[in-house]
């Protein structure tokens, strides 16, 4: 069985400071795993994915994510947020036929 | 964008009542995903399918079944609302060609609380 853990269910952060989302995940069998950004209101839209290879993964609104398997962790970055990124985040794992979810992390940027 | 349509977008119901919600894909998609969203718990499945006439269950599937007649279109359905169906509900395809990684993509969601 898979599952994820975000480790912080609020991230408050001022504006143009760097932050990191974390997230584990357990799985018996290797992965893919997404990171999906949700503006209020709105549906959720795919950040990043690793599929495989490299293990620093670039997305986009200058977010990346890095996989580390013997920490079975994949932990969001930015090196400078803005006000826009105000926004739940939720990390995601699975290879076959759905997506298992976090319960994700809210983050709110502070001018 | 998916191509992936909701409908109804927002929708007040009274416990008891059937519901049903539509997904509606423009892009001939194999799988289709009905998903619950609820403060606390992310997203959480209630049913997916993987082709015409072929459904399973997801984690919260109790309460709810579905249908899906054509390829494009992917129902779920509410017997008898209750209170604790109150969420908002995403509909989501999964994009399987090789380049993509089987990535899912969400529909806007659907608003539905019960009363």
């Known amino acids: 069985a898979q599952s994820v853990t975000q480790l912080d269910s609020q991230v408050p952060v001022f504006e143009e400071a760097p932050v990191e989302l974390r997230c584990n995940y357990s799985s018996s069998v290797s992965v893919y795993l997404f990171w999906y950004v949700q503006y209020p209101n709105q549906g959720l839209q795919l950040l990043l994915k690793?599929?495989?290879?490299?293990?620093l993964v670039k997305g986009i609104n200058g977010f990346e994510a890095e996989f580390n398997k013997s920490q079975t962790s994949f932990h969001l970055r930015k090196p400078s947020v803005h006000i826009s990124d105000t926004a739940e985040y939720f990390c995601a794992v699975g290879k076959a036929d759905k997506l298992i979810f976090g319960t994700g992390t809210r983050l709110q940027v502070f001018p | 964008d998916a191509g992936i349509t909701q409908s109804p977008r927002h929708k007040v119901t009274e416990t008891g009542t059937p519901v049903t919600l539509r997904c509606h894909q423009t892009e001939n998609h194999r799988y289709m995903y009905w998903y619950r969203q609820d403060p606390g718990h992310g997203l959480r499945l209630i049913h997916y399918?993987?082709?015409?006439?072929?459904?399973d269950k997801g984690e919260v599937s109790d309460g709810y079944s579905v249908s899906r007649s054509k390829t494009e279109d992917f129902l779920l359905t509410l017997e008898s609302a209750t209170s604790s169906q109150t969420s908002v509900y995403f509909c989501?395809?999964?994009?399987?060609?090789?380049?993509?990684?089987?990535?899912?993509?969400f529909g806007e969601g659907s608003w539905l609380t019960v009363v």
């Open positions: 399918s993987y082709g015409v006439k072929d459904t």
């Open positions: 989501a395809i999964r994009d399987s060609r090789r380049s993509s990684g089987n990535t899912i993509y």
């Open positions: 690793y599929l495989s290879g490299s293990t």
